[in-house]
């Protein structure tokens, strides 16, 4: 954020726009010094979650399923495949594409990442009581329902 002489008008804070921006903002900045402590960032973590919960795929379907340019998703994976995390294989069915799986020690590094990013999570909706966070998650996707990000 801007340094301390910051101070957007009483009702430009009051806007709805701008809490959810300003709180994703220090979500993110949660999560990526999270992932910073094992020397990952939010798209390594994404990609692996994706490959250990929805299971291999091509790079391409990858790149749709997460919204991920092709360069930049060849690059992450590059990276994570030096890092012995996901594996390229080509497709048996279609000689021209890459399979990307995630490795077991992509799935090992994946439950220490898990672990900080539920800390990030704790530490974000701290000032909230439980059933607060219950209810903040449930008008968050109440709102993304009515106007799905396209």
Wanted: hydrophobic share 40%.
């Amino acid at each position: 954020m801007a340094g301390d002489d910051y101070d957007p008008p009483q009702r430009v804070r009051q806007m709805p726009s701008w809490l959810i921006g300003q709180a994703s903002h220090r979500a993110q900045t949660l999560v990526s010094e999270a992932l910073a402590q094992d020397g990952m960032r939010r798209q390594h973590f994404t990609v692996l979650t994706s490959l250990s919960e929805q299971g291999e795929a091509s790079q391409a379907t990858l790149g749709r399923r997460l919204w991920i340019d092709r360069s930049d998703l060849h690059a992450i994976v590059s990276e994570l495949e030096g890092m012995g995390l996901i594996a390229r294989v080509r497709d048996p069915d279609d000689r021209r594409r890459n399979v990307v799986t995630i490795t077991s020690a992509g799935k090992s590094t994946l439950k220490r990442l898990d672990a900080l990013i539920d800390g990030a999570q704790r530490e974000l909706v701290a000032p909230l009581s439980v059933n607060e966070r219950r209810e903040l998650i449930e008008l968050l996707e109440r709102l993304l329902r009515a106007s799905p990000v396209r």
